[in-house]
């Protein structure tokens, strides 16, 4: 999604607006610019395609300016051109702004502006905002945005520069993303916090209906009414490390490579000897009596874990627990009232269905539960309770490591809640298993990426493939269909094995290959049938599964793929890296841009 930069203080704008856009490129966009105020005259530059087109243009201009903003842009409104790439400039070109996000009225404020005379220069939403500020600006830019705002409805960050106001950067807030960051004698403005990594870690998060004035010496964060705020100054912990490669050609493959070390950073902390300590989970376990359902929402990759935490949490709690992708959540009417608990999935916390479908249970009463990786994101900010997932910085826009802490999120959750339902004994046995689960996923990394690379040699040349599984498997799955198609752009599909015969069977046809996940032990007969009736019509099929069951599958399947042997209820944890692995290998052999693909933003903050 769109990407907002900006900076004033003593330095030259134009290099630390390019490097901050750099640390946003992984959250995809199509077009990239800036605007600087250099002797009081507001100097634009924007350009259609990666930064670097736009960087190259700038080499040959030596701008000064040290006031500026910059941007990338995703396209909603408006193909990706130069003419629709931020930032957008008033009739006379004196301001510029940047924005994220969707302006739902801006039709109709549009055809009110053209009908006082204001000339309009591309086809987005965004330059409405301009044109709104330029109507009533009478010297004041505060004012004037103060008062534009008040006109808009949707989802919105913005920022503002003048040349009237060459010491000034003018920002608002409105369910989008939005953060200051304060240097020595300098601020800086971003919508996402690793574009302010080089230079700081000491940030200022703004809240909806925020706006804030950054100027020369200070800066000052004004509320609704106009009211000075004073607000807490946060430290991030991120480093800046985590956004780089580390040797590795794609962040991706680095993430992947992570995982051993993200699932000792959550899991070390909760796991006694004895159970598990959540104190994140609040009054959630005195509630959870009353608690007559539980709802899961979240989107993509996040969904999915949700479905695992659905198996988990019915079986532990024996509470009904239903998944909801959220962009369906609120519309379908949910039964959601004072005795649900819902919990909202997100590795970005910013989400925007998802974190609409929070708003929606909490005006619902019910008690909600983030499972989110970004400390200080909306969701994270605004759930009754907050348990971080702790993956670090996930740049890929497939998601890897999150995915992995999600699933162990949900088992701590799922153990801890089920603490009273279970026997002493079968409680003990599912901690050990946890407590390997680090070591395990770093034994798969190594005996895995072989075969996955074979795996993908043959997958690579394919239009189609397909991924089955039954219980915990599906759901599984579902994930590695979404990696494939998500990054190799080979099409993929999910299937519960068993419901293959009610109609998908008759798309298996000589060769094809269908990755099916064994990893049950409980559903291992039924597997095997269905993966015969598949083979029988012509079907590859690349099975995985546990070492324990290699014997049972050997000759069985056309290919096969095994991980270290586990409980069946952490076998999703080990299963998905070859299932990562496969997706990168087959994306990397078809050299699509692995980390940034077509059409895809890293954060979802558009409905
Ligand atoms: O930040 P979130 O976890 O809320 O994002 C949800 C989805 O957009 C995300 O998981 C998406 O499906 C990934 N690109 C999948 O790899």
Same mark, same amino acid.
């Given at each position: ?5 900006g900076?004033?203080g ?19 966009y ?12 507001l ?25 500026? /903003?910059g941007?990338?842009? %995703?396209?909603?409104?408006g193909?990706?051109s ?7 400039h @008033?009739c ?37 905002? $301009? ?14 945005v ?6 808009l ?6 920022a503002?520069?003048?040349?009237d106001?060459?010491d ?5 807030? *409105? ?30 998060i ?10 020369r010496?200070?800066? *000052?964060?004004?509320d609704?009414?106009?009211?000075? /705020? ?6 991030? @912990? %991120? ?48 509630? *959870?009596?009353?608690? @007559? ?12 874990s ?10 532990t ?21 004072e ?21 929606? $249970? ?60 279970f ?17 395990q996923?770093?034994?798969? /990394? ?12 043959y997958?690579?040349? %394919? ?53 099916a996940l ?11 049938s ?20 290699v014997?049972?599958?050997?000759g ?13 209820? /952490? ?16 994306? @990397? ?6 980390? *940034? ?11």
């Amino acid at each position: 999604m769109c990407g907002i930069v900006g900076y004033i203080g003593p330095k030259g704008a134009v290099p630390i607006l390019l490097e901050g856009l750099r640390k946003l490129e992984y959250r995809g966009y199509d077009s990239a610019g800036i605007a600087v105020i250099e002797e009081q005259k507001l100097l634009l530059r924007k350009s259609e395609g990666k930064l670097g087109v736009l960087e190259e243009r700038l080499k040959e201009e030596k701008f000064l300016g040290d006031i500026g /903003l910059g941007h990338t842009r %995703w396209a909603t409104h408006g193909k990706p051109s130069n003419e629709n790439a931020h930032p957008h400039h @008033d009739c006379k070109g004196k301001l510029a702004i940047v924005h994220n996000g969707i302006i739902e009225n801006f039709q109709a404020i549009k055809k009110m502006l053209e009908d006082e005379g204001h000339s309009f220069f591309s086809e987005t939403d965004t330059e409405v905002i $301009a044109h709104l500020i330029e109507k009533f600006y009478q010297g004041n830019l505060v004012k004037a945005v103060q008062k534009a705002t008040s006109k808009l409805e949707g989802s919105y960050a913005i920022a503002v520069i003048s040349q009237d106001n060459p010491d000034q950067i003018v920002a608002f807030r *409105q369910d989008s993303p939005l953060i200051l960051g304060i240097g020595e004698q300098e601020l800086y403005l971003a919508s996402d916090i690793p574009a302010l990594l080089p230079y700081t870690r000491k940030v200022i998060i703004l809240d909806d209906g925020e706006l804030a004035e950054l100027n020369r010496k200070n800066y *000052q964060i004004f509320d609704l009414q106009g009211n000075i /705020l004073e607000k807490e100054i946060e430290e991030i @912990d %991120w480093d800046l490390e985590m956004a780089e490669k580390k040797g590795f050609p794609h962040y991706m493959l680095k993430e992947i490579h992570e995982q051993p070390d993200v699932l000792r950073q959550l899991l070390t902390t909760p796991l006694k000897d004895d159970g598990i300590d959540l104190p994140e989970l609040g009054s959630i376990l005195d509630f *959870q009596k009353k608690i @007559d359902r539980i709802f899961i929402v979240a989107c993509g990759t996040a969904y999915h874990s949700g479905l695992i935490g659905k198996a988990l949490l019915e079986k532990t709690t024996k509470i009904p627990v239903e998944v909801d992708m959220a962009s369906e959540f609120r519309y379908r009417s949910p039964l959601v009232g004072e005795n649900s608990l819902v919990i909202l999935v997100s590795q970005s916390g910013e989400t925007a269905d998802t974190l609409a479908a929070l708003r929606y $249970a909490r005006e619902k009463k019910a008690k909600t539960l983030g499972i989110v990786n970004v400390q200080g994101s909306t969701i994270f900010r605004e759930a009754d309770y907050t348990l971080l997932i702790k993956a670090g910085l996930e740049i890929a826009v497939a998601s890897t490591k999150a995915y992995m802490n999600m699933l162990a999120a949900f088992n701590l959750v799922a153990l801890k809640m089920g603490e009273g339902e279970f026997n002493g004994e079968k409680l003990a046995e599912l901690l050990h298993f946890l407590r390997e689960i680090p070591a395990q996923a770093e034994k798969t /990394l190594h005996k895995i990426e072989r075969p996955s690379r074979q795996a993908a040699e043959y997958i690579k040349n %394919w239009d189609n493939a397909f991924f089955v599984g039954r219980g915990l498997d599906y759901s599984l799955a579902l994930e590695g269909a979404l990696k494939l198609k998500e990054i190799s752009y080979i099409h993929a599909e999910a299937y519960a094995a068993g419901e293959l015969k009610h109609g998908t069977l008759a798309l298996i046809e000589e060769g094809i290959p269908v990755v099916a996940l064994v990893t049950q032990e409980d559903l291992l007969e039924k597997m095997v049938s269905n993966i015969q009736e598949i083979r029988a019509r012509g079907g590859y099929v690349l099975g995985l599964t546990q070492d324990k069951f290699v014997s049972r599958l050997e000759g069985e399947v056309d290919f096969l793929l095994s991980i270290p042997n586990t409980s069946d209820f /952490l076998a999703p944890l080990l299963g998905t890296i070859p299932l990562q692995m496969i997706s990168y290998y087959a994306a @990397d052999l078809r050299d699509c841009p692995i980390d *940034q693909p077509r059409n895809l933003a890293k954060s979802v903050t558009v409905e």
